[in-house]
């Protein structure tokens, strides 16, 4: 009887992942692959969403940081879709032929966020550099955010003071925004979507846009693409007016025309 | 029959030889003398060294009594509180390391003990609480084990010839033990040196301050450093086989290895 039971239930599973193995069985509906940047998990896990729906083509997406993406797309050769957190990354693939188109999407700026428990002490950008503050920085070998931080308190002329701030170097963004928001740092160079993805544990300071050159996010269509006019309508989709403003809720700001 | 099974033998064989080929061909003998002498991996060496030394010392400290509780008494809940023991074990690193910071953090114990000037976040320190986390559930269970393998009549025997309860587990016990406890030192100690997650949360990615060697592993592999990154694989894949290698000299089980996680 118990056996049974383990049989049936063994079958049904078999079946469902026979079934999920094969969503074409609708139609037309291809599977392909995005590989994107860690940091635009939320947006585009939103939008990715939609387009399935809007279309019944799937997306499977894989997010990391971009080097590593790099990496893998260079190993692999595979892939159709490749949204980086930075343009930089996409240039790199862009000069060894592997990019088919790119289309810019939004811009994601660097802000400094501070720690609920530090507002008062922390008004402005220079105050960084005050004694005492404790400030969390992205590894600038590891982090494009850490190159960006840097060259921005280079252009403030703040650099000896801060990096005596600094406690804790960190390799991804979310760590430094974790810091930041549970208040074990004072504040840190992060970008302005984290920073407003935690908009309850932190406020941001505005960084002067002459310090440093804003990201352009872009989505691009990979050579090694099966199916390069679902991807190229995956693109479409990602820049139309609707898409971009769910960039926008997540803290993302319009590319500057 | 016997050459039905050695096909899967050599297949594994060759996965592992395949894994470790791939890593190390690329990595020219000439780039990995010099990437092992740059300062940044004798830094990382170093470092791992101390910690994961001082992280096997507190564990031994914690795991040998506690093991010898769990073999000797029963009390309630003591299924629950074993199982408890072993979590650190089956945890996702990252989740480790997030939970390791929270408790140590400005607004948790951090901030307690750091009034008494005890600096654990973002210091070497933390990686060693990090590395104790992961080494201290080897070492309770190994030391349990050895301890329930050994019969208690020993020790009847010993305070019957009037030793102190105190000298008997130091003269009779411990001894009698001894090649247990060691071997699961020895597993801890390399769960230790390769502990990441708890190390990259609570002590943070500093180069030159909390870089053990799979912090400059992490760091290096995300920054394109592939010759950096491998060297610091090679020492810690060398360091492995060395404790594998010293398990087997003292005749531990290789399966006892495999149930204890060893990374």
Redo the contacts between chains.
């Keep these: 009887m118990r056996n049974r039971t383990i049989s049936c239930c063994a079958l049904v599973w078999v079946f469902t992942v026979l079934l999920s193995l094969f969503p074409a069985a609708n139609g037309f509906a291809e599977e392909l692959i995005l590989l994107a940047g860690a940091g635009l998990r939320r947006p585009t896990d939103v939008l990715v969403d939609r387009f399935e729906q809007q279309t019944g083509h799937r997306i499977l997406t894989a997010y990391d940081g971009g080097g590593r993406l790099i990496t893998r797309i260079q190993a692999s050769g595979q892939g159709d879709l490749f949204m980086p957190g930075a343009l930089f990354h996409i240039e790199a693939l862009e000069k060894k032929g592997l990019i088919r188109s790119v289309r810019p999407l939004v811009a994601h700026t660097a802000v400094v966020g501070v720690s609920a428990a530090a507002v008062d002490r922390i008004r402005s950008f220079e105050d960084l550099a005050r004694p005492g503050i404790r400030l969390a920085l992205g590894d600038p070998q590891a982090m494009a955010l850490g190159r960006t931080a840097r060259t921005i308190m280079q252009r403030a002329g703040l650099e000896k003071e801060i990096l005596q701030n600094t406690v804790v170097y960190g390799a991804t963004v979310k760590q430094l925004a974790l810091y930041v928001a549970r208040g074990d740092v004072d504040a840190s160079i992060i970008g302005r979507a984290d920073a407003f993805q935690c908009r309850d544990r932190m406020t941001m300071i505005p960084i002067p846009p002459a310090w440093f050159q804003p990201e352009t996010i872009a989505v691009a269509v990979l050579q090694s693409s099966r199916h390069p006019d679902i991807a190229e309508a995956f693109c479409a989709f990602m820049a139309s007016e609707e898409s971009l403003s769910v960039f926008g809720e997540f803290g993302f700001l319009p590319l500057e025309k | 029959m016997r050459r039905l099974f050695i096909l899967p033998l050599i297949l594994l064989a060759l996965l592992v030889l395949g894994v470790v080929t791939a890593l190390f061909l690329p990595l020219s003998p000439a780039i990995a003398l010099r990437t092992l002498a740059s300062p940044e991996i004798r830094f990382a060496l170093r470092l791992s060294l101390t910690t994961s030394l001082a992280a096997t010392a507190v564990s031994v400290v914690l795991g040998v009594p506690s093991g010898y509780v769990l073999a000797r008494h029963s009390f309630p809940g003591k299924a629950v509180l074993d199982t408890f023991l072993d979590l650190p074990l089956v945890m996702t690193p990252l989740i480790a390391g ?1 939970g390791l ?2 408790l140590f ?3 948790g114990l ?1 901030g307690l003990l750091s009034r008494w000037g005890i600096r654990v ?2 210091t070497p320190l933390g990686a060693v609480a990090a590395q104790v986390f992961v080494a201290a559930p080897i070492v309770t269970r190994s030391s349990r084990a050895a301890f329930e393998s050994l019969s208690p009549r020993y020790e009847w025997a010993g305070q019957t010839l009037g030793l102190a309860p105190g000298r008997v587990f130091f003269r009779v016990t411990l001894p009698m033990a001894g090649r247990g406890i060691l071997s699961g030192t020895v597993l801890a100690w390399a769960r230790a040196v390769g502990e990441f997650g708890g190390t ?2 609570v002590a ?4 030159f301050h ?1 870089e053990t060697l799979p912090i400059a592993v ?8 592939m010759e950096v990154a491998l060297s610091a694989a090679l020492i810690l894949m060398a360091a492995g086989v060395a404790m594998v290698l010293l398990l087997k000299t003292m005749g531990a089980r290789p399966a006892a290895a495999i149930k204890e996680n060893l990374p």
Excluded: K
């Design positions: 997030v910071l929270f953090g400005e607004s951090g976040l973002f990259l949360m943070g990615a500093t180069r909390t992490y760091l290096n592999i995300t920054s394109g450093e």
